[in-house]
């Protein structure tokens, strides 16, 4: 398994990753950090203080972990989703049945469906090719 690891804490950088199957570790100090993809199991951090990005597939069961105050808006269709405290001092949101994987986001976020791949448009694999 991948991972994905980028960190521009003191630069005003917006930072996008579009892969696979890797675990993600981000941070974009003074930009939008963006995802796109189906990431692999287990647990991903995510942090910006502007916004938080993130496209999945619509079917992806997960728990979104998140510091108390930073709103999340989840808009996929079709989920359930469930409230909980998870940390004192963080809030947990469960979608779908059975979570594979938890993003832990410190910034404010929004989840939406991941759209289909415009023709022409190049992916990277997890190793950046």
Do not use: C, K, W
Not at 27 to 35: C, F, M, R, W
Not at 102 to 129: E, K, V
């Amino acid at each position: 398994m991948a991972r994905s690891q980028a960190s521009f804490p003191d630069e005003p950088r917006s930072l996008r990753i579009e892969a696979e199957h890797v675990l993600i570790d981000a941070e974009a100090g003074g930009g939008q950090l963006s995802y796109r993809g189906r990431p692999a199991s287990g647990e991903h951090r995510l942090a910006s203080p502007n916004h938080i990005a993130i496209d999945l597939p619509a079917d992806d069961s997960f728990t979104v972990d998140t510091a108390t105050g930073d709103p999340v808006e989840i808009a996929l269709p079709g989920v359930s989703a469930q409230t909980g405290l998870a940390d004192p001092g963080r809030s947990a949101t469960v979608v779908g049945d059975s979570p594979s994987y938890t993003l832990r986001l410190d910034g404010p976020a929004s989840i939406g469906p991941l759209a289909p791949t415009t023709p022409g448009t190049r992916r990277a694999n997890a190793d950046g090719h």
